[in-house]
């Protein structure tokens, strides 16, 4: 008896302090996310004033998705992402920041950004995410084949070959990725709503969570 | 043959059945291990779990020889049956090992182009330190210097 009181007694006491330093964990990182909403609530580490949107600015929920063109999460969260939105008109708006983990993805990124100055940024992203397993597969990463791909937007490609090029556009990438650091982004897609992290992942969360935004700001 | 190593040594299979609960010094050395690695077991899954730290795949390989001591020693405990040695202590040396291949990469004193990843997460980075100087590897290392100290100290009793 005294041992099993021991062992289980250690047990419990090791696995109550791993409960307690998670929570505490949590809550601290939860904290630091608020505080840099709100330092500067308009141009922060979540939301830049370049990166693309869908919603009106003044919505006062906002999710911002930290993405990937090459991750497959990213492209099967993609609908219904759209659909939170439109499901809380005027209300919601989507912030799309990067975080190019695959090999290959801020290639990717640059030429998304580079179809963005055609006026066909969501058209892309949504062929990006239909032709990963072209070009994203994990072991043959291959952006070059997305030349292949996007002609059939009717998109200039000499046009979008040279702009990717831009230092603007890798301005943006080296700002996104800064960002993502600062908020402790690690992971595609990463959500934050009005500077809360969505944890754990899942739609159902990331409904609930914009819904009680909404219930919250308006 | 004599001690733990040897296959049913009369000796520790007396001393199970003598005194079931008795908090002999073998047996709390054995609780210290285990309270050892599964603090370790505990403290790699916060890293990765709670913190969302990407493990490297050194670190995946100290993982491969710390989690299953968890198991291997709490069997070792109930009943208490010294000769977990036997299967506890290879694990924790090639554990030890690893663990200090990794500290020496990640100081520099093995250059990183000889580590075994290249891609991926960098076992040279140095993403956190604990206590203010401890790196995941030295804590790695720690830990399963001190548990093969302890294991190799009830192998050494039991040769006395």
């Known amino acids: 008896m005294k041992k099993l009181v021991l062992v289980f007694g250690a047990a419990g006491i090791l696995v109550g302090a791993f409960i307690l330093a998670a929570f505490i964990y949590n809550n601290q990182r939860a904290e630091k996310l608020a505080s840099i909403e709100k330092a500067n609530p308009v141009e922060n580490a979540f939301v830049r004033g370049y990166a693309q949107r869908l919603g009106p600015r003044d919505a006062k929920v906002t999710l911002v998705e930290f993405l990937d063109p090459g991750c497959e999460t990213c492209a099967a969260m993609s609908p219904h992402v759209k659909a939170i939105v439109d499901a809380h008109p005027g209300r919601v708006q989507l912030v799309v920041r990067y975080i190019p983990l695959h090999q290959g993805a801020d290639t990717a990124v640059k030429m998304l950004e580079a179809a963005r100055k055609q006026g066909k940024y969501w058209e892309t992203l949504q062929l990006m995410f239909d032709t990963q397993s072209e070009w994203a597969s994990h072991h043959h990463p291959a952006p070059e084949k997305l030349v292949e791909f996007l002609p059939s937007l009717g998109l200039d490609m000499t046009r979008l070959e040279l702009e990717m090029q831009g230092v603007d556009i890798a301005n943006i990438l080296q700002q996104d990725i800064a960002d993502a650091k600062k908020l402790g982004v690690r992971k595609t897609p990463t959500f934050f709503v009005n500077g809360r992290l969505l944890r754990p992942f899942g739609l159902p969360q990331l409904q609930a969570l914009v819904a009680s935004q909404v219930a919250i700001n308006y | ?160």
């Not at chain 2, 995946?60 to 299953?68: A, D, E, G, N």
């Open chain 2, 1 to 160: 043959m004599r001690g733990v190593l040897a296959p049913n040594s009369s000796r520790t299979m007396n001393q199970a059945r003598t005194a079931p609960d008795k908090l002999d010094t073998d047996w709390l050395l054995l609780l210290a291990a285990w309270l050892l690695v599964t603090s370790a077991t505990l403290g790699s899954l916060f890293f990765s779990v709670v913190m969302e730290l990407p493990p490297c795949s050194l670190c995946w390989h100290q993982r491969i020889f710390m989690f299953p001591l968890v198991l291997v020693l709490f069997m070792g405990l109930f009943p208490f049956d010294p000769k977990v040695v036997r299967y506890a202590l290879p694990l924790s040396v090639v554990g030890t090992v690893v663990a200090l291949y990794h500290m020496l990469l990640q100081v520099g004193v093995i250059p990183e182009s000889a580590a075994p990843c290249s891609q991926g997460v960098s076992c040279a980075d140095v993403d956190l330190l604990v206590f203010g100087f401890a790196s995941i590897p030295v804590l790695s290392l720690l830990a399963f210097g001190a548990v093969t100290a302890l294991l190799i100290t009830v192998l050494w009793r039991s040769f006395r």
